[in-house]
């Protein structure tokens, strides 16, 4: 089980894709000016467009650190940016999230959509179950991820997780605000994840 003292670096999950509204991008460069100013590194996907290449320009912009990590077989197609501090290169995506998290003291999720659910969704549930316990956030522009919230609190109501493990998400939609409570983050205390029989 690990666990960070500090932000040196942190993972941001985000979409090849710009979105439908300029505030995604914008806010995204928000993020990256923001990480940059607080002296913290950026490990992220590797590519040069959409929401991933909007974060890692304002970071290089401002002159902070960009670690880029792609899988060889979408290098050509995610368009692997070039002016980046580190671009390692491995061979599938499970390298990509492993090495990501290796790398990384905490995590970020920008609006996105299926690959950015997959890389939020795995790095929560490695928290859930003790493999780390580092900080999930997610920037909530113009409320992307509300939806999200009321299913997390949905899955507490049905059963299928428990009340702590909703704590296991910090939401705002403020890149400032955002790493302010990352870098105060006390993970909750968590039990078994299963419930035992006489809870059922």
């Not at 980046?84 to 290169?89: A, D, I, W």
């Given at each position: 089980?690990?666990?960070?003292?500090?932000?040196?670096?942190?993972a941001?999950?985000?979409?090849?894709?710009?979105?439908?509204?300029?505030?995604?991008?914008?806010?995204?460069?928000?993020l990256?000016?923001?990480?940059?100013?607080r002296?913290?590194?950026?490990?992220?996907?590797?590519?040069?467009?959409?929401?991933?290449?909007?974060?890692?320009?304002?970071?290089?912009?401002?002159?902070?650190?960009t670690?880029?990590?792609?899988?060889?077989?979408?290098?050509?197609?995610?368009?692997?940016?070039?002016?980046?501090?580190?671009?390692r290169?491995?061979?599938?995506?499970?390298?990509?999230?492993?090495?990501?998290?290796?790398?990384?003291?905490?995590?970020?999720?920008?609006?996105?959509?299926?690959?950015?659910?997959?890389?939020?969704?795995?790095?929560?549930?490695?928290?859930?179950?003790?493999?780390?316990?580092?900080?999930?956030?997610?920037?909530?522009?113009?409320?992307?991820?509300?939806?999200?919230?009321?299913?997390?609190?949905?899955?507490?109501?049905?059963?299928?997780?428990l009340?702590?493990?909703?704590?296991?998400?910090?939401?705002?939609?403020?890149?400032?605000?955002?790493?302010?409570?990352?870098?105060?983050?006390?993970?909750?205390?968590?039990?078994?994840?299963?419930?035992t029989?006489?809870?059922?």
């Amino acid at each position: 089980m690990s666990t960070a003292p500090s932000l040196r670096r942190v993972a941001v999950f985000s979409g090849s894709r710009p979105g439908a509204r300029p505030s995604y991008a914008e806010d995204a460069a928000r993020l990256g000016r923001t990480l940059a100013t607080r002296g913290i590194g950026l490990v992220y996907g590797g590519a040069s467009v959409g929401l991933m290449g909007a974060v890692a320009n304002a970071v290089i912009a401002a002159g902070g650190e960009t670690v880029g990590v792609i899988p060889r077989g979408l290098a050509a197609k995610e368009i692997a940016h070039e002016g980046l501090t580190e671009l390692r290169v491995v061979e599938t995506m499970h390298e990509r999230k492993a090495m990501m998290a290796e790398l990384s003291d905490g995590f970020i999720a920008l609006p996105g959509g299926f690959g950015t659910f997959d890389e939020l969704f795995e790095i929560v549930t490695w928290a859930q179950i003790g493999i780390h316990r580092k900080p999930v956030a997610l920037l909530d522009t113009e409320g992307y991820f509300q939806p999200l919230r009321a299913l997390v609190r949905r899955a507490v109501e049905e059963g299928f997780a428990l009340p702590e493990h909703a704590d296991l998400f910090l939401f705002d939609g403020d890149p400032d605000r955002l790493l302010a409570s990352m870098s105060t983050y006390a993970p909750p205390a968590l039990g078994p994840k299963w419930m035992t029989v006489r809870e059922v």
